[in-house]
């Protein structure tokens, strides 16, 4: 069965230090990969897309950058996090295919104080 | 990708059925029509889709109009873990997924 992991659950950084969260896929190959956001109490900002290694659309110009170094994982990064970038960060993947479901992380808090 | 209309909440008393409406009237003839919802602290996950017929599953069911510009989202028996913000999609493929701000469902016991 396929599985995703996204770590850490929470986390706290000061404005202006550096952000990587983590985001790998298990039981499947060739997926397509998903960053989201959610600012509190609202719905759900795409931010970048990936269907395949090196291969990284962005929906939202942000301080933000994604990577896909291997077929499964998917890296969100931030040279210097902005108060703004406080949310919770999703990750998501899908099948290549018409009309297949899409299947989440269990998300990372992330407060930028 | 369609732009879909939700309510931002509505109630349920727990085992009666719940109508949950969305609009999508500018849905293109090859977009299907996605349902997920969201418990708290947890990222959403998959309830039903469909894209001309009425559609169901362990979980809900889906009702699309003939004009397929609003769709119904059943579900059938309310309980307690069925409160969550529910979110309705229109899309070709999952790199159309665009989710809106959902509805709230609160359910009563």
């Known amino acids: 069965s396929q599985t995703i992991h996204q770590w850490p659950a929470t986390l706290v950084q000061p404005v202006g230090s550096p952000l990587s969260l983590e985001c790998t896929v298990e039981?499947?190959?060739?997926?397509?990969l998903y960053w989201y956001r959610q600012a509190a109490g609202r719905g759900l900002q795409l931010l970048f897309y990936s269907v395949g290694i090196g291969q990284i659309s962005s929906e939202v110009p942000q301080n933000l950058s994604a990577s896909r170094p291997q077929d499964r994982q998917f890296i969100l990064s931030s040279k210097k996090l902005l108060l703004s970038d406080s949310g919770f960060y999703l990750c998501a993947w899908g099948r290549r295919a018409t009309n297949e479901k899409l299947f989440f992380g269990s998300g990372t808090q992330l407060s930028v104080l | 990708d369609a732009k879909t209309t939700q309510p931002n909440s509505m109630e349920s008393n727990e085992e009666e059925p719940v109508h949950l409406p969305c609009n999508h009237s500018?849905?293109?003839?090859?977009?299907?029509i996605h349902w997920y919802r969201q418990l708290p602290s947890q990222g959403p996950e998959y309830v039903i889709h469909g894209l001309t017929s009425n559609v169901n599953n362990r979980m809900a069911s889906l009702a699309i109009a003939e004009d397929r510009k609003s769709s119904t989202l059943i579900l059938h028996r309310a309980t307690l873990r069925d409160a969550a913000v529910y979110y309705c999609?229109?899309?070709?493929?999952?790199?159309?997924?665009?989710f809106g701000a959902g509805t709230r469902l609160t359910v009563k016991p």
């Open positions: 500018t849905i293109s003839g090859t977009d299907y």
């Open positions: 039981g499947t190959s060739n997926p397509n």
């Open positions: 999609i229109a899309g070709y493929n999952n790199n159309d997924m665009r």
